[in-house]
T-cell receptor, first 116, second 114 residues
Framework: AQKVTQAQTEISVVEKEDVTLDCVYETRDTTYYLFWYKQPPSGELVFLIRRNSFDEQNEISGRYSWNFQKSTSSFNFTITASQVVDSAVYFCALSAHNNAGNMLTFGGGTRLMVKP | NAGVMQNPRHLVRRRGQEARLRCSPMKGHSHVYWYRQLPEEGLKFMVYLQKENIIDESGMPKERFSAEFPKEGPSILRIQQVVRGDSAAYFC????????????FGEGSRLTVL
């Protein structure tokens, strides 16, 4: 069975602060994918990143960066110099190779509020 | 390139009525997944379908819910005799292959049961 835990249910920061969203996962599979999605107040799911289990290189995309640590089963997401438009619910998700193909297991989400 | 299309975007039903949610996957995608997001919660897997076949329905409630993905036309999630607890956002996702980690989500259908 797979499990994704996002321990922070809600985070509030002031604009320009850096913020890190934690994600811890559990799986017995050796091949899997990890994802982050953003869900703004409008409700759609915005894909941010996909990382496969064989690639532990950290990634940076503009103000976003991701830290994948297989040793601690974590895939944390950092927003540098946060902006009000970053306010959203962020979901971490795991897809492991099993009979259900690309089925994702989602964490409970972290609501990020960035105040001006 | 059209993305995953879901309709209706918003649906209001009274208790006891039926709700039908449609999902047209991206062109060339034959794998479809349905997820449900209850208010203030994360998304939960419901069912995985490949053309004309249900591959995994482990997340589907045992009663009143059904899904299909016919050879022609969109995938349909059907909820019979809706109750207030069915109020949620229902997301559809599609992928071109199995086990590639490529999953594309629609914008969701929001069901409100009065």
């Amino acid at each position: 069975a797979q499990k994704v835990t996002q321990a922070q249910t809600e985070i509030s920061v002031v604009e320009k602060e850096d913020v890190t969203l934690d994600c811890v996962y559990e799986t017995r599979d050796t091949t899997y994918y990890l994802f982050w999605y953003k869900q703004p107040p409008s409700g759609e799911l915005v894909f941010l990143i996909r990382r496969n289990s064989f690639d532990e290189q950290n990634e940076i995309s503009g103000r976003y960066s991701w830290n994948f640590q297989k040793s601690t089963s974590s895939f944390n997401f950092t927003i540098t110099a946060s902006q009000v438009v970053d306010s959203a619910v962020y979901f971490c998700a795991l897809s492991a190779h099993n009979n259900a193909g690309n089925m994702l297991t989602f964490g409970g989400g972290t609501r990020l509020m960035v105040k001006p | 390139n059209a993305g995953v299309m879901q309709n209706p975007r918003h649906l209001v039903r009274r208790r006891g009525q039926e709700a039908r949610l449609r999902c047209s996957p991206m062109k060339g995608h034959s794998h479809v997944y349905w997820y449900r997001q209850l208010p203030e919660e994360g998304l939960k897997f419901m069912v995985y379908l490949q053309k004309e076949n249900i591959i995994d329905e482990s997340g589907m409630p045992k009663e009143r819910f059904s899904a299909e993905f016919p050879k022609e036309g969109p995938s349909i999630l059907r909820i019979q005799q809706v109750v207030r607890g069915d109020s949620a956002a229902y997301f559809c996702a599609s992928s071109p292959w199995r086990d590639t980690g490529e999953l594309f989500f629609g914008e969701g259908s929001r069901l409100t049961v009065l």
